[in-house]
């Protein structure tokens, strides 16, 4: 399967749920997804188009446009084209359908997501905090409008 | 639960034993003796004891890690000058805080800094450990290790050499033989 084909699949199978898509090249593609249906659109794309590599899940914060941006980046082992999936999801209640149950590595990812932007996944078997202390939760750090920087505290400046 | 009850009985009856009786044997709960000892003479043979067996424990932090963790082994043959890496807290006299200290991480140090027997000292290795190096102003990582242990040297650079480690506990051999450090204070 090439590019064009796997759009034109996921296009023809969610017309309601796909927008924004781009072909950038033989080997990129890119689209958008509604938050509600992301389990499903996965579930598609694992048993029908064989993207069986969840490469990487992540955050993105737009303060200007109020959104924050949850990247799923999948990949395949049968076929050269890497999707990237973007769900936009406003920023007071970020919420948004766990794929656990679709690719078990977003586990981790999501994990982290939750912990530096805030990102409330329904259904996650395991939803705490990765690699932050457990008080930290709840600052967000990687959001843009974070300021709990320490404002010039080290004093051994070598 | 039974089993902390019953190490609780055998230490009440401990108690209750005592070793008051024995004769020649004094007790004290007071440091009085080490106050003494550190006016006389003998606080040399006990300083020139220490500075030559500075056990360092193998705590690899960050990146830093692997030059400490060099630094003990055949190459620069730091036994020559008594300095050994230990792999428990118990049987270290040194604490090389070497990377950046995470504020999740900083728990697990102060309990490994307690487990450690006094005299103990501190070598901060590293910008990370110094004022935070790269990690400066990030939201994760504690500044100033010094306000919370009582360092004795520090070992600037990112990361330093090995050389720059075995002068670092050259110096630190110094200050106890001088009396000067900061890891006898117990």
Sequence with gaps: MDANSIMASLTGKFPEDIYDSNIESGIRIVAKVKPQNVVEVCRYLKDELSFGHLCCEFGADYPDRNEIEVIYIIGSYDHPVILTMKALLPRENPVVESVVPVYWNANWYERETYELFGVKYLNHPNLKPLVLPQEMLGEWPLRKDYEGFPNKTAKNLV | ?186
């Excluded at chain 2, 193998?58 to 792999?87: K, Q």
């Excluded at chain 2, 050499?161 to 670092?168: K, P, V």
Aim: proline fraction near 6%; glycine fraction near 8%.
């Design chain 2, 1 to 186: 639960m039974d089993e902390i009850e019953q190490k609780n009985v055998e230490h009440t009856e401990l108690k209750d034993v005592g070793y008051d009786d024995v004769p020649g044997m004094v007790l004290t709960d007071t440091n009085f003796i080490s106050d003494f000892i550190k006016k006389t003479k003998v606080q040399d043979v006990l300083n020139w004891g220490r500075k030559n067996s500075l056990w360092f424990m193998v705590n690899a932090m960050g990146c830093c890690g692997v030059e400490l963790l060099s630094t003990g082994m055949a190459h620069y043959d730091t036994d020559r000058f008594g300095i050994i890496p230990r792999n428990s807290p118990r049987h270290a006299d040194v604490m090389i805080v070497s990377g950046y200290v995470t504020k999740k991480y900083l728990p697990a140090l102060k309990r490994i800094w307690d487990q450690m027997p006094a005299p103990k000292w501190v070598i901060c290795f590293g910008d990370c450990a110094i004022s935070g190096g790269p990690f400066y102003e990030s939201y994760s990582t504690h500044q100033n290790i010094d306000e919370i242990f009582p360092v004795d040297v520090f070992v600037p650079g990112c990361p330093p050499r090995c050389e720059a480690l075995i002068q670092g506990f050259v110096e630190l051999q110094k200050k106890i033989d001088a009396k000067k450090d900061k890891g006898t204070d117990y």
